[in-house]
Each structure stands twice: as C-alpha cells, then as structure tokens.
C-alpha cells in the first residue's frame, strides 16, 4: 500500500483521522456501518474562513459497479462512480437508497475484502498516529486528476470547490487502484464524492 504525499495543506489545518461514524453520520447508523468507512474529518473554515467549524468527511465506498439494478437509486449526484450527501450540523445523510451498495455475488467479496482491510489501516493508524500516511491529505487547490476534469457543478451550474483528494489504495484492497476527489457547494450544503480509476 502506498503512503500520501503532503502537499497544499494549509498551515494549523486539523484533520480527524479515522472519525467514528457516529461522528460522520446523522441517520441509518447500522447501514453506514455496512457500506461507508470514513476516512477523514475536516474543517470548512480550512477552506473558507466564512463557512464556520462543522465537518466535512471523506469516505471509502466500495459499490458494485457490475450491479445493472442498481441504477434504479441513481440521481443527479448518486451514480456511476459518484455518490453524494447532504450535510447538517456537520454530520452526513446519504442523497439515495442504500439499495445502491447492493452487490451480486461475485462482488460481495470484494466489499468485505474493504470492510477488512479498512479497519486493519484503522488499527495500523491508532498505533502509528502521524507517521501513517493517510495523515498527510492534500486541502483545497486543484484536482490531480487521473483521467479528464469531472469537476461537479451544483444544482445552479456552477462548479463545485475542490476539498481533498485521496488514494484508497494506501488503506484499502478494493479491486482497483482508486482515487477519490471530495466536492462541496456550500451554498446547498452539498457533499459529492467521485472516483477515477488507473
């Protein structure tokens, strides 16, 4: 597993490594706990001072993406290689049904092959503290993006602010070499996450 370079992190930023999901989500605890591992908890004034102290969260997901009935729970920011929350007080809720993560059988192991492996970088993280590489997220600038510009825009058109970007491989077997950007519209208090793969 590859560790995370450090680079655009603003000065006295904080980041929660490894938040509990009590702390990550307002509803749905026990189907969070299925299908999302939070990753990183970090503070909306570290990318704008006017946006105040709650949390925006990065998450690992691992959805099937062989899965065709899934389609049925897609929206507008819930789909291929996209999901979405809506953020209040600082503590998520999921934008669709968790009918979305169903997986066929022969993905189910790789969703529990994530669930695994997370929660061994989880423990690796509670016994290694900064010298883990995960610590070392980028904030704010641009996208490194992999592939083309996936920029998200609001439901207004306009583009979403960058927040953070992470590469799951560094704490996470998930099938693939996977890299996750997380966006933000403050303005409707909008989470996207989406995915580019090698």
């Known amino acids: 597993m590859r560790l995370f370079n450090l680079f655009r992190r603003p000065k006295n930023s904080e980041i929660h490594i490894f938040p509990e999901i009590e702390e990550v989500f307002e509803t749905d605890l026990d189907k969070c706990r299925e299908f ?45 290689c996209m999901i979405s929350f809506e953020l209040r007080n600082g503590k998520y809720k999921f934008q669709t049904d968790f009918g979305f993560f169903t ?37 704010g600038g641009e996208p490194d993006w992999w592939q083309a510009d996936e920029t998200p825009l609001d439901p207004d058109g306009k583009p979403m602010t960058f927040i953070t970007e992470f590469e799951t491989d560094s704490i996470c077997d998930d099938s693939c070499d996977k890299k996750i950007f997380l966006f933000y519209s403050h303005q409707h208090r ?3 996450q989406l995915y580019q793969v090698t």
């Not at 503070?43 to 389609?71: M, R, V």
């Not at 192991?109 to 997220?137: D, P, V």
């Open 36 to 80: 999302f591992f939070p990753v990183c908890s970090i503070t909306l004034s570290d990318i704008n001072k006017a946006w105040g102290d709650d949390k925006i969260h990065l998450i690992q997901f691992n959805e099937d993406p062989y899965n065709q009935d899934a389609a049925k729970y897609f929206t507008d920011y819930c789909k291929d």
């Open 190 to 192: 909008l989470a996207v």
């Open 103 to 139: 997986p066929t059988e022969d993905w189910k192991e790789w969703q529990e092959k994530t669930k695994e492996t997370y929660f061994e970088s989880k423990s690796r993280f509670r016994e290694m503290g900064s010298t883990f590489g995960i610590a070392n997220l980028p904030i």
